[in-house]
């Protein structure tokens, strides 16, 4: 007879999301994940796996069910500069307000942490993706830009700058400070030709 579950691996899955990502994996044990979830060690282990691939399988859902649509609605919006400003803008929003507020970004704050090559795999796709959707807004501003600039670049230092408001926010920096800084880096890359 097979084993019934009682109770939602996806939803069980979303609190131990939120908990590593408030807390991170180094600092959470599996009596944390107990008591968040209110499973017993056995139902956890029989059904993720170990802590480990309890945190791999919580940092895929992160990144596929937050970051991915992000990256995906910066890709596709086709403004240019102002579709990289508006990826800034929500990022400071849901870093400095709301439920998440000074949670920082899950993969931001992994980066942080020792990473087994599961982790730095995903790592590496969410840092790849992010670079890859700030390069296509850039490649729409064109003529936008200034003169000259080097577009690979360009994308790479503006994902630095994601994961540097990601741990700002994390350690209490205010938004009207992130958004200075993003507004800076935006302005260094415009055009000034009249």
């Not at 803008?89 to 920082?104: H, K, Q, V």
């Amino acid at each position: 007879m097979p084993d019934v579950k009682h109770f939602d691996p996806d939803a069980v899955l979303e609190q131990v999301e939120r908990l590593f990502w408030r807390c991170g994996a180094a600092t959470t044990g599996i009596a944390e994940v107990v008591a968040a979830t209110g499973l017993s060690r056995s139902s956890l282990y029989a059904t993720y796996g170990g802590k480990q691939d309890l945190y791999v399988k919580a940092l895929r859902r992160y990144v596929e069910r937050r970051s991915e649509p992000m990256f995906r609605t910066l890709t596709d919006d086709g403004r240019g500069l102002p579709a990289v400003a508006a990826f800034f803008d929500a990022l400071i929003e849901a870093r400095c307000t709301g439920d998440y507020a000074r949670w920082g970004c899950m993969a931001a704050n992994a980066h942080a942490e020792p990473a087994d090559p599961q982790v730095r795999d995903l790592l590496d796709r969410h840092h790849g993706m992010l670079r890859a959707a700030l390069r296509a807004a850039l490649e729409t501003a064109g003529d936008h830009l200034r003169p000259g600039l080097d577009l690979d670049a360009t994308a790479e230092s503006l994902t630095l700058l994601a994961y540097g408001v990601n741990v700002r926010s994390r350690a209490g920096a205010e938004a009207a400070a992130l958004r200075r800084g993003v507004t800076a880096a935006l302005d260094a890359l415009r055009c000034t030709a009249p």
